[in-house]
């Protein structure tokens, strides 16, 4: 994604303050504009009905339709929207769920500017973007399963990451988006108790499944 690149900023949140402080980080820097400001899912469905944007920065937990049933919405109908979650909440019980529901990106309210920004050229370009917290939760939502098999699906990813294809390869290879890729990854380090790709080739190849 070139530095020049106009990128089209959604900004969802129930809270017109927190609004307000978004809209600031990006109106400053020439390579975002913010195309509108929604206060709830059904606003910013209504937002994309008139101009799409690149990004969408999505809260989670607002009235009417919150952030999870927004994004699975946006996903359906805009699947080149990139979604990056921004909350306050980094809690299994909210984290995993946006994730599978095709946000590229996830975001606690305390990031830095500049993080902001970098996170929403990032997704831009279709690179996924999790702080270090929220990994952490993801690989202890799925520690239960550490003593279950891989699936069929895990097996493949695992393989092709053992072969050093990057997180876009590997969805372009078995034609799932690369927030999926990532979500098999996560289950994978739950499951093999690791919590990098090359911790988990080398535990694969330590328990005979590569």
Do not use: C
């Amino acid at each position: 994604m070139s530095e020049q690149v106009n990128i089209g900023v959604l900004i969802v949140d129930d809270h017109p303050v927190v609004r307000d402080g978004i809209r600031g980080i990006f109106e400053s820097d020439p390579r975002f504009r913010v195309i509108g400001e929604a206060g709830d899912g059904k606003e910013a469905v209504a937002w994309l009905e008139r101009e799409v944007a690149d990004v969408v920065l999505m809260d989670l937990r607002m009235p009417r339709m919150g952030g999870v049933e927004a994004i699975t919405a946006i996903r359906r109908r805009w699947p080149e929207t990139r979604i990056v979650v921004l909350t306050t909440f980094d809690s299994d019980t909210d984290v995993l769920p946006a994730i599978e529901a095709g946000a590229t990106g996830y975001l606690l309210k305390d990031a830095t500017a500049d993080e902001l920004r970098s996170a929403t050229l990032a997704a831009a370009g279709g690179r996924p973007v999790i702080t270090a917290s929220v990994a952490g939760h993801l690989v202890q939502r799925v520690g239960p399963l550490r003593s279950a098999s891989l699936s069929r699906r895990e097996h493949e990813v695992l393989e092709l990451v053992a072969g050093g294809a990057t997180n876009r390869q590997i969805g372009t290879r078995l034609h799932v988006s690369e927030t999926t890729v990532k979500t098999h990854l996560m289950h994978i380090f739950g499951k093999l108790g690791v919590r990098d790709r090359a911790a988990a080739v080398n535990e694969a190849h330590k328990r005979g499944l590569l």
